[in-house]
């Protein structure tokens, strides 16, 4: 009975792997260009390795797709999330798998903190694999025009808007922004707001606005906001003035850095920008033509505070191919693509640091590593409602400031139901 057991079992491996090898994984996610390039070669190379196929959908509206498809019974294998919102909300609709079924969790405990086990987790089981992690909120410039110009850089939020009013009193508009996005405009917007407000007040009440247990007309959320109004809502601070602003995409925003003249000198932007950079300008190099310093401080308490973000891979089909994938895809061999590839910080803590392209992502990563407070990106945690309702809100703000109280409210509105569902 035992030598039929062991052949039935060995049998059954071997037939699984067979079928496994002629298997195609489906996968949903928002990722283009470099993103989708990079990811491409990864799995590529999974490919060779295994037989499995690997199809990837992109879509910018992946909330809008990926509901219907879910509701029509039909989701995607594999999907990749911008945000944890919608993994908890699937999570809890009991839509996806378990990851612990699905991964080895000794291999990931031992490749991944606690901290991003903890975000990917709901009610105690893990269903979100973050990969692709940024850090939020930092100030890009060209270092030959800040010295041309006699600027010193800032290390404060009113040393950055004195450096600011020193710029426009020259005919220069300092900021470079856009927050155009397809469907999901204004999400550049809510970094700036995000890292205004964690400045301002730390990490627990920046919890509590994410949670919903802070209202959006609160005194702090008010001034948070007011903070962000001394720079978009100026004409003199910004290049193009709130057109340029809601009209230019994200990728594009940088670009006025770069013109000779320059039409501007600072751009904030998370630490992926760099690609985008690199992209539109090959020929500048990372640390000469361009860098970053860190968001300025406003209460010293919190000078150190960091904000980041990144994808989640979440799973709806738990069967050998998906298993075989995603054990991959959490592996340090796949991770170093995008350290590579696009400037990505690995969330397996255990990627090399000689995958880091140049010495601007090295430095990045190593500040992740150093902070001594790290959030995620607010407008993320929170349901997809809300969320879509704060990049909205955003929009409508750098159109006309002054309507900002009543903007608040109606955010108060969204509020008071999304956070029941």
Not at 74 to 79: E, H, Y
Request: glycine fraction near 8%; aromatic fraction near 12%; proline fraction near 5%.
């Amino acid at each position: 009975m035992k030598k039929l057991l062991a052949v039935f079992a060995l049998t059954t491996v071997v037939a699984g792997a067979a079928m496994a090898a002629n298997a195609t994984i489906t996968v949903l996610g928002t990722w283009g260009g470099q993103e989708a390039d990079t990811f491409q070669a990864m799995t590529d190379a999974f490919t060779a390795k295994t037989g499995i196929k690997v199809q990837f959908e992109a879509t910018r509206d992946l909330d809008a797709v990926l509901t219907t498809r879910v509701q029509a019974g039909n989701p995607p294998d594999i999907a990749i999330l911008p945000n944890p919102g919608k993994l908890y909300e699937l999570a809890k609709a009991g839509k996806l798998v378990d990851l612990s079924k699905v991964l080895d969790m000794k291999a990931y405990a031992k490749n991944y903190s606690q901290g991003w086990k903890d975000l990917g987790s709901v009610d105690g089981k893990l269903y979100g694999l973050f990969v692709k992690a940024a850090i939020k909120g930092l100030v890009w410039y060209d270092p030959k025009n800040i010295k041309a110009a006699g600027i010193t850089l800032p290390k404060t939020w009113d040393e950055m808007m004195a450096t600011s009013k020193q710029i426009a009193a020259t005919g220069v508009t300092p900021w470079s922004i856009g927050i155009e996005s397809g469907a999901a405009s204004g999400w550049v917007a809510t970094d700036w707001l995000e890292n205004i407000f964690l400045r301002l007040y730390g990490p627990e009440k920046y919890k509590a606005w994410y949670e919903g247990k802070l209202a959006w007309t609160s005194p702090e959320m008010k001034k948070a906001w007011q903070y962000f109004g001394q720079i978009v809502g100026d004409p003199t601070m910004a290049y193009g003035g709130s057109q340029y602003i809601n009209s230019t995409n994200f990728g594009n925003a940088p670009a006025p850095l770069f013109q000779n003249p320059p039409k501007a000198y600072f751009h904030m932007q998370a630490s992926f920008i760099q690609s985008f950079i690199m992209d539109q300008f090959p020929g500048l190099k990372p640390a000469v033509d361009f860098d970053f310093f860190g968001f300025p401080s406003i209460d010293p308490k919190y000078a150190k505070a960091v904000e980041g973000g990144a994808d989640i891979v979440a799973v709806f089909k738990n069967d050998p191919a998906v298993r075989q994938f995603m054990e991959y895809f959490a592996s340090a061999e796949a991770q170093s693509y995008f350290a590579a590839g696009t400037g990505a910080l690995a969330t397996n803590k255990n990627v090399s640091l000689v995958f880091y392209p140049d010495p601007l992502t090295k430095r990045a990563a190593d500040i992740l590593n150093k902070s001594e407070i790290v959030v995620f990106d607010a407008s993320d945690m929170m349901p997809s409602e809300m969320n879509a309702a704060f990049w909205k809100a955003t929009v409508d703000f750098v159109n006309d400031p002054s309507k900002l109280d009543s903007i608040l409210a109606g955010l108060d509105k969204v509020r008071a139901t999304a956070y029941k569902k």
